[in-house]
């Protein structure tokens, strides 16, 4: 099938493009506002060297406001095809306390993730489609110091993928935690002090995993959660199967 990916030029993007072009896309779109590269470094450099590499001619590369509607409906007419597939991963960082957060502040971080994700799900009513993912945080489940704004919006996603699922139309959120070598979660961590990097890291995954947990949920393509799971606290493991959060017996999430 033929695939878009919101924010695809950035390096979870590009991660997610070379998963879907290893497993047979017959066409993939990345975007992003600019329709270049969202970060420099070898490592999404290398990212698109062997998506380039893999795809060929059938990889386009656009420019795309995530926020705009004109731009998105464009977007979804690089799907063609009988199967065919959304991934949103576009999204900005405006970090402060809440006391002094702006209402700009609060526009800037939602209009690309939850306002860009609702225009995505309208489009997707029109062309159904076998795979609509979108890429959450675990700062919606947990929240993190100065992003109340950017926890909000991956909470919009996440009630947006429920309320997919209860349509009956196709719709995941994955919230993921920092995925270390790309995507602001790496630029995080590049800016954070030595204690809080520690602290974050104890919450990441790596590139493969990642790649490992979004292949699992865009199309059963042979990958699991476990090995991502299980790099999560017991008592968060706990957690997140009902119990009480102070509990810290680990079990193998299934």
Request: hydrophobic letters at 40%.
């Amino acid at each position: 099938g033929s695939y878009v990916i919101t924010g695809g030029l950035g390096g979870l993007g590009l991660r997610a493009a070379v998963m879907l072009a290893r497993c047979g896309a017959a066409s993939i779109t990345v975007s992003s506002r600019s329709g270049q590269l969202m970060a420099s470094g070898r490592s999404v450099n290398d990212q698109l060297s062997v998506l380039r590499s893999l795809m060929g001619p059938r990889l386009v590369a656009v420019s795309c406001d995530a926020s705009d509607a004109h731009d998105l409906t464009m977007l979804g007419h690089q799907l063609v095809g009988d199967a065919h597939g959304i991934l949103h991963a576009a999204g900005t960082l405006r970090d402060q306390l809440l006391r002094s957060m702006r209402a700009s502040s609060v526009e800037s971080v939602f209009a690309p993730k939850a306002q860009g994700a609702s225009h995505l799900q309208h489009m997707s009513a029109r062309e159904p489609v076998h795979a609509f993912l979108l890429y959450s945080s675990t700062t919606s489940a947990f929240g993190n110091n100065g992003q109340g704004n950017y926890a909000a919006a991956n909470s919009y996603l996440d009630a947006l993928a429920i309320s997919q699922t209860l349509r009956g139309q196709c719709g995941s959120s994955v919230q993921l935690p920092v995925v270390t070598g790309a995507g602001m979660g790496q630029a995080t961590l590049n800016a954070s002090s030595a204690s809080m990097s520690e602290g974050y890291k104890l919450w990441s995954v790596d590139l493969e995993q990642y790649a490992a947990a979004i292949a699992s949920v865009v199309g059963g393509l042979g990958a699991d959660w476990a090995p991502v799971q299980a790099l999560l606290p017991p008592a968060v493991q706990s957690m997140l199967q009902g119990e009480p959060a102070q509990s810290t017996t680990s079990q193998t999430v299934v």
